[in-house]
């Protein structure tokens, strides 16, 4: 079964740095998700990206969150200046390559770790 | 209203017992429902797609009522490996795209 991969797996950055995150999406899906899971709290989306560009993001996505998809393959979620409260786990997501309302299939996560 | 509710349990069943959860949505334009397992400090992993007709997987079965907006699952013969939190998910389209909600999960202990 094909599947979604992220690294590292956890990342440990102090308050102030720059994390980049990384992501392997399915082959041939075209949209892609990044989600965030404060311990203990539920899932909340940030961001979805289509085509090279960002189609829809939530309210926590701001200017200190940036994705790109530098090649084919990787998809990636920078955040420019950690804040302790960036300590989460962090999901990379794609909607079944058929189509764009399918069932998610999620990445194993990158625990962040803010000090 | 919570977009997507869910009683967060704990449940704690007995192994072969039968457990259900509901989940409420408050947006009615909602299209797409799931129930996802996720397992502690672990991704969601898709348990099943809900169907307006109602789908069953071997032991789980889904159900969605849009006119009270609400889905249950239902876990028949419950074992050990069922422990985990249960997400429920609904999605619709915003500006063309797919929005996807979870709830806070409903926490499964199955005791032996």
């Known amino acids: 079964e094909p599947e979604v991969t992220q690294t590292p797996s956890h990342q440990v950055t102090q308050m102030g740095q720059e994390v980049i995150l990384r992501c392997v999406p399915i082959s041939n899906h075209l949209y892609f998700y990044w989600y965030r899971q404060i311990l203990g709290q539920k899932v909340e989306f940030l961001v979805s990206f289509y085509n090279n560009e960002i189609s829809e993001k939530s309210e926590i996505f701001d200017d200190q969150f940036s994705v790109e998809r530098p090649d084919g393959s990787n998809f990636t979620l920078k955040i420019r200046s950690t804040k302790l409260e960036d300590s989460a786990m962090y999901f990379c997501?794609?909607?079944?390559?058929?189509?764009?309302?399918?069932?998610?299939?999620f990445g194993p996560g990158t625990r962040l770790t803010v000090l | 209203r919570k977009e997507v509710e869910q009683d967060p349990g704990p449940f704690n069943v007995p192994e072969g017992a039968t457990v259900a959860f509901n989940c409420t949505y408050s947006n009615s334009a909602s299209q797409s429902f799931f129930w996802y397992r996720q397992d502690c400090r672990k991704e969601p992993k898709l348990l099943m797609s809900?169907?307006?007709s109602g789908n069953e997987d071997g032991r789980f079965t889904a159900q969605l009522n849009r006119a009270s907006q609400y889905i249950s699952l239902l876990i028949r013969d419950s074992k050990l490996s069922d422990s985990a939190t249960y997400l429920c998910v609904v999605s619709f389209i915003s500006g063309g795209y797919q929005k996807v909600t979870f709830g806070t999960g409903t926490k499964l202990q199955v005791i032996p």
């Open positions: 997501a794609s909607p079944d390559g058929s189509g764009r309302y399918n069932e998610q299939f």
């Open positions: 809900v169907y307006s």
